[in-house]
């Protein structure tokens, strides 16, 4: 044991530290207001303060820090999607979790050990081969596994040979993992404060003035501040928000559920899906199975949880790995996903000239924390949108260029 550490254990008096620096005062103005205190927010005020020397940035976040979906999500990083724009941007992401420890000083316990979606019919096999060959453009690691495959990355799943949800093979994404989202938010929160980014928790967005098609002031419940430029980063409240500043966007909630098991003993070393059971598995470093599936079936801004979610979600994993039927539940959550009509989300410029888009992330936000930190960061410092998120702006749906992944996510919606 080092002897430094010996000395502060068996000291009288511990000088205390704080990775985040209690909240401030609000200042009158800010270079940069950043609307929500949540992963894609600390990220983008991360960026702005030590890429690009914007630290004269205000992140304002209504409850606690990383309180919304970023607590709430089932931590799953990958870049398997459909269209080449969303491959091309999600692949990114994951590069940048690769580094994210060593980037940020900040151990986010990244663990990259694959994911595994599952083939129940010949026609979702099909369709894993277009998802293959659109990643291997885009150089992901993607490729269509047979039965025999399947059963050796996962020996322990239920193969159900000529039962109704009989195993055909998968779709193996080696480059997907895991990461601590409460880490990822802290280590992005932690770097941006030391460049002398403020964060205000228990800040409330009131109202948004505006004038000549630009932002002049943010009103919150602890008093009004001038804003230069402003990130919208809000999500399952992201609609609101925007409402306060004058912009319709296309985006509807519906609650996102999961739940966790009690400790177990490692048996599942990578992300386990099946689209037909609308259903996934992973185990966590603690041992817990944490047990995800598809947003409800209705609209509804609320985070509470439901009975017929959890007997949903039992169901699929009990299919998958029978022998979890004794195994106690810990706790059961919801998220609110922000939905868009093509499930691709809306990045970049908006009706007003200096108000910037980070929405509609629906049920893949946390994987996208990096990526849309920096670019969003970027669109900021430049006055323009990066090509990697032109795809993405809200003029899409006025040129009907969309970008549809629905289907693409672990369990369908």
Not at 239 to 266: D, N, S, W, Y
Not at 277 to 306: C, F, K, M, N
Not at 387 to 412: C, K, Q, V, W, Y
């Amino acid at each position: 044991m080092p002897f430094a550490l010996l000395r502060y254990g068996l000291r009288n008096r511990h000088e205390p530290f704080r990775d985040i620096p209690a909240t401030p005062d609000l200042k009158p103005s800010y270079d940069v207001v950043i609307i929500g205190g949540g992963g894609h927010g600390l990220a983008a005020a991360y960026y702005l303060s030590n890429h690009h020397g914007i630290r004269s940035v205000a992140v304002l976040e209504k409850g606690y820090l990383a309180g919304g979906n970023t607590a709430r999500n089932t931590t799953t990083v990958r870049s398997n999607y459909l269209t080449a724009e969303s491959i091309r941007f999600y692949k990114e992401g994951v590069e940048l979790f690769e580094t994210m420890s060593q980037d940020l000083g900040f151990n986010v316990m990244f663990s990259q050990r694959g994911q595994l979606t599952l083939a129940h019919s010949d026609a979702t096999l099909r369709s894993f081969h277009l998802r293959a060959e659109m990643g291997k453009l885009a150089g992901a690691r993607i490729e269509v596994v047979d039965a025999q495959s399947v059963r050796a990355l996962c020996p322990l799943v239920n193969m159900d040979e000529g039962g109704q949800h009989e195993i055909l093979g998968g779709l193996w994404h080696a480059d997907g993992g895991t990461a601590r989202h409460d880490a990822v938010a802290w280590g992005y929160a932690k770097r941006a404060a030391e460049k002398g980014v403020e964060i205000h928790q228990r800040t409330t967005v009131t109202g948004i003035r505006t004038a000549n098609d630009k932002v002049t002031e943010i009103e919150t419940d602890r008093g009004t501040i001038r804003a230069g430029q402003v990130i919208q980063a809000a999500g399952g409240l992201n609609g609101q928000v925007a409402e306060l500043a004058g912009i319709r966007l296309p985006i509807r909630c519906f609650p996102l559920q999961a739940m966790v098991t009690q400790p177990l003993k490692p048996f599942l070393d990578t992300l386990v899906s099946s689209a037909n059971l609308h259903t996934y598995l992973v185990q966590s470093s603690r041992g817990e199975i944490v047990v995800g599936g598809g947003s409800d079936p209705y609209q509804l801004a609320s985070t509470r949880s439901t009975f017929d979610q959890k007997e949903h979600l039992a169901h699929g994993a009990l299919q998958l790995f029978p022998f979890l039927h004794n195994v106690k539940l810990l706790r059961q959550w919801a998220g609110i996903t922000d939905m868009t009509p093509d499930y691709s989300p809306i990045m970049g410029t908006s009706p007003l000239s200096n108000y910037w888009l980070d929405t509609g992330w629906g049920t893949w936000g946390f994987k996208a924390t990096p990526v849309a930190g920096k670019y969003l960061a970027q669109c900021v410092a430049t006055g323009k949108t990066s090509d990697i998120l032109a795809p993405f702006a809200l003029t899409r749906f006025d040129r009907f260029a969309l970008l549809n992944e629905m289907g693409a996510t672990a369990a369908s919606h």
